[in-house]
């Protein structure tokens, strides 16, 4: 639906030690840049909530 918003929770593992936040931010506004450009049909916004660490 047009104006319609929806809302995903996507959350990542870092698998090495260079990845970080900044890392992930960018590659996700990049791949859905990338569609929303290619595609026209939605635009989006990117909000950092924070990281946990995972329970040893």
């Known amino acids: 639906m047009i104006g319609k918003n929806y809302e995903f929770t996507v959350t990542f593992t870092a698998k090495e030690g260079w990845v970080d936040e900044i890392f992930l931010g960018n590659m996700l ?19 950092f909530l924070g990281h946990n660490e995972k329970p040893k």
């Open 29 to 47: 506004a990049e791949m859905l840049g990338s569609m929303a450009k290619s595609t026209n049909a939605f635009s989006f916004d990117i909000k």
